[in-house]
């Protein structure tokens, strides 16, 4: 596999320094790309560049994953329109141990000479004084080369402190010191990331210059588009914000439907960006998707490639599972398989209330469920839960209700449950 013709036709390839082709193309090489832990995890606006480190290592290089640990403390301007709050060493600490298990997923880390590697810049930075670190990189470049970075020029209006300033300095040592101790000859990134990646590139030419051994390919700086929506917009947020990697943060149902409901017109990149399909399989999808787009073919192929690698394959068929339950054409057959761990995951977001056992024996039919038993929350009164009822608009465990005086159902779920729908909503009773 070429990584540089992958990357192409996928799509994810915006700039490289010259040469970078050539030597990619002449051995194995070892590759970066730093993370930021300013949160306990991953998000999918950091997919994009960690599939960079997937198709690296697949195509026979040696992928390192940075933590910033030590920048993580100050936090890169790139993009941002004010200083971040810095961060405590115990959060930072947290951060990071998060953000490793979750690179795990992706990442090959006993493949043999090509095992990926996680890295960590305050184990470096930690030993360096400010005196020192001026001496060894602070003067190698100058203020009007650091002036004329991108990420400087649009926070001047605004203000720039001299710690933000000094990040891409910081960054830029990182792929000195990588060079130097572990041989990495490439740095990767997203776009927003070009200005604080060459200005490593510079660093270790310059460096190497003043120590005798002058050279233009040394080290070299690559990186993909940042993934926006058709209509120019950021991708990777939900209603509810930041799509995470961690379950505990976005569920894998959430994250399933996430993927699911992309527009049509952002599905030829998203497919391209996040999976590991190959041209073909996925020229064949957009082929039958534009054959039958109701049938959202493209949505779902993107939807199970991440969600698999993202949470497993169980994680994935409990997604699927809670959406046949929640908006397809689930029965009572799907409903009696979904097991007592399951119900919170499936029915998260979903209104609940809990009924007693002294409210349920005072509860004469379905209507006093409805109404009465369940204090107002699934319909506010008798004669409304009869109304909706006799319209045929009402559905217990996906069985449709037609006598709105019929008897409360034996039968509850897990020996606890009743699932009521009222036309397209769900609400969730529980019995205690």
Known sequence: MNFIEELRWRGMLNDMTPGTEEQLSKEMTAGYIGFDPTAASLHIGNLATIMLLVHFQRAGHKPFALVGGATGMIGDPSGKSAEREFLAEDTLRRNQEGIRNQLTKFLDFDSGANSAEMVNNYDWFREISFLGFLREAGKHLTVNYMMAKDSVKKRLETGLSFTEFSYQLLQGYDYYWLYKNKGIRLQMGGSDQWGNITTGTEL?????????????????????????????????????????????????????????????????????????????????????????????????????????????????????????????????????????????????????????????????????????????????????????????????????????????????????????????????????
């Open 204 to 432: 270790i030419r310059r460096k190497e210059s003043d120590a005798g051994n002058p050279s233009d390919d040394q080290a070299f700086a690559l990186t993909t588009p940042l993934v926006t929506k058709a209509d120019g917009t950021k991708f990777g947020k939900s209603e509810s914000g930041n799509v995470w990697l961690d379950p505990a943060l976005t569920s894998p149902y959430q994250f399933y439907q996430f993927w699911l409901n992309a527009a049509d017109a952002d599905c030829a990149r998203l497919i391209r960006v996040f999976t590991l399909l190959s041209r073909e399989e996925i020229e064949e999808l957009e082929r039958q998707h534009a054959e039958a787009p109701h049938l959202r073919i493209l949505q779902k192929a993107i939807a199970k490639d991440v969600t698999i690698r993202v949470h497993s394959q169980a994680g994935y068929e409990l997604a699927v599972k809670a959406s046949e339950v929640l908006f397809g054409k689930a029965t009572l057959d799907t409903l009696r398989s979904i097991q007592v761990d399951e119900f919170d995951v499936i029915f998260e977001g979903v209104p609940q209330t809990e009924v007693s056992q002294e409210e349920l024996s005072n509860t004469k039919d379905i209507t006093d469920l409805l109404s009465v038993a369940s204090r107002g929350e699934v319909y506010a009164s008798k004669g409304e839960a009869r109304r909706a009822i006799s319209q045929n608009a009402v559905s217990i465990n996906k069985t449709k209700l037609a006598d709105p005086g019929a008897p409360v159902p034996a039968e509850w779920l897990q020996d606890r449950y009743l699932l009521v729908s009222k036309g397209k909503k769900n609400h969730l009773l529980k019995k205690v």
